[in-house]
């Protein structure tokens, strides 16, 4: 947000045409911490890192080997579970530079499936189709994948017989759930559109729309084409930071992303010189009265926030009524 503050850009007048890449960008996060439940074989699988076992689930039908384990057989649909073990060594069958590194799709030993995972300490350049990789075990399991720290390139080839049955290591607990974080870090451009008006309420507590060649009517937000009429928006109107309530609501409820404590009103407001309802909140007014003294048709004015101004409606406190 204070990117956007701190670099306004002025845009007005010129053509109208979207130019994203000059724009401002502020940043944006979602954020989605969750638990995954492992499911049956996968939790034994997880468990089973600690003792340096891969455990995999052999179907009974078609015979493959699936390394996790699965519930299910990914080639017939059969019901699987942990009861086979595969090699911590294997051959890799591809392979590609990430910023984390080398990742490569390993086939392990006696596993009819390739696992994704780390090469540790190797360049491209080292590896081809066929590279035989060892399992490079972390020091201090957690019951994730990286318990496995990654593979090494070694032509050390695990003595015995791969696939075997898997016998459970007594103790054992399964790893019934993972919690993970996920983020999503991105930078968001408000466009010509939203930038300019933004802009104008930054400078001059200006508000500004674009009027339809066709339907001459003014839109705020500004938007590239007419929701009405589909064709593209050519002019620059400034509209009052006056206007009327068509609709208004009082909030009682709390939820997930609210701005202001309930109890608010909620307010439908075609501001003057415009055609389009902005959602803003209505204040100067004893919530408990709204009901009976609000009407559709009222007339309302922007009280401005005393603060330094952010370039976003929210610099508007809210909007009071006019009462004749
Ligand atoms: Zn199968
Ligand atoms: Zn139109």
């Not at 493959?64 to 017939?76: I, K």
């Not at 350049?125 to 957690?142: C, Q």
């Not at 103790?171 to 983020?183: A, I």
């Amino acid at each position: 947000m204070e990117a956007k503050a701190a670099t306004p850009v002025m845009m007005r007048g010129e053509g109208l045409g979207s130019a994203p890449g000059e724009n401002p960008t502020f940043a944006g996060r979602i954020e989605l911490p969750y638990t995954l439940t492992t499911g049956r074989a996968a939790s034994v699988f997880l468990a089973e890192l600690a003792n340096h076992k891969l455990v995999g689930s052999r179907c009974e039908k078609c015979g493959d080997v699936a390394v996790p384990a699965q519930d299910f057989c990914a080639a017939c649909g059969e019901t699987t579970a942990a009861d086979f073990e595969v090699a911590p060594t294997g051959a890799l069958t591809g392979f590609t530079a990430t910023p984390a590194g080398v990742l490569a799709m390993i086939r392990l030993d006696g596993a009819d499936c390739d696992l994704v995972h780390k090469v540790l300490d190797a360049e491209l350049a080292d590896l081809e189709v066929g590279t035989r990789v060892a399992a490079r075990w972390a020091a201090s399991p957690a019951g994730s994948m990286l318990d496995v720290e990654g593979f090494e390139v070694s032509d050390a080839a695990a003595a015995g017989e791969w696939p075997q049955p898997f016998e459970a290591t007594a103790d054992v607990e399964p790893v019934l759930e993972q919690s993970y974080d996920l983020r999503l870090d991105y930078d968001h451009a408000f466009g010509p559109y939203y930038g300019t008006l933004f802009d104008g309420i930054a400078t001059s507590r200006r508000i500004q729309g674009v009027r339809c060649p066709r339907c001459t009517c003014v839109l705020v937000p500004p938007r590239e084409y007419c929701d009405a009429c589909f064709v593209r928006t050519e002019e620059w109107v400034d509209v009052a930071d006056t206007g009327t309530i068509k609709a208004f609501s009082v909030i009682h409820m709390e939820f997930v992303g609210q701005v202001r404590e309930p109890p608010y009103v909620y307010a439908e407001i075609v501001l003057d010189g415009s055609a389009t309802r902005l959602i803003h909140s209505i204040g100067g007014i004893d919530v408990e009265e709204a009901k009976e003294r609000l009407h559709t048709g009222m007339k309302v004015r922007a009280v401005w926030k005393d603060a330094e101004p952010t370039g976003s409606l929210e610099d508007i406190d809210y909007f009071e009524p006019v009462f004749d």
